[in-house]
């Protein structure tokens, strides 16, 4: 497993824009395919976009498809989640998450996660 932390959340205004970030340390993370989830309060936790290791392949969620950017860099062990035009159901606390094995949108075959970082978006 890698250990996972995540940062950039905070408040914003509708329509703004947020970068998260997801820093791993301990096992090559570049051999992970990673994802973003996100959980809203009283909701289950949700997918929102995957990477494939090579960065080959991404998919999101279709309520944040042309809005959120998932992309990595592996020469710095991260994962960035850029999200545009954002509006209120966006609140959220968002994980991001890494898997050897699995690059959907199963949060079950995620082996190791963050603590999360709280993303708010007034209106």
């Known amino acids: 497993q890698v250990h996972l932390i995540e940062s950039g959340g905070g408040v914003v205004l509708a329509g703004g ?6 820093a791993a340390s301990g096992r090559i993370f570049s051999g992970y395919n990673k994802a973003w989830f996100r959980q809203a309060p009283g909701m289950e936790r949700e997918f929102v ?35 545009n035009s954002l509006k209120p159901e966006d609140t959220a ?31």
Do not use: E, P
């Open 17 to 22: 824009s947020l970068r998260l970030s997801c």
């Open 49 to 83: 976009a995957a990477i494939t290791w090579d960065a080959s392949s991404t998919r999101y969620a279709d309520s944040v498809k042309g809005r959120f950017t998932i992309s990595s860099d592996n020469a710095k062990d991260t994962v960035y989640l850029r999200m």
């Open 93 to 123: 606390i968002y994980y991001c998450a890494a898997s050897a094995t699995h690059s959907g949108s199963s949060a079950a075959r995620y082996s190791s996660w963050g603590q999360g970082t709280q993303v708010t978006v007034s209106s």
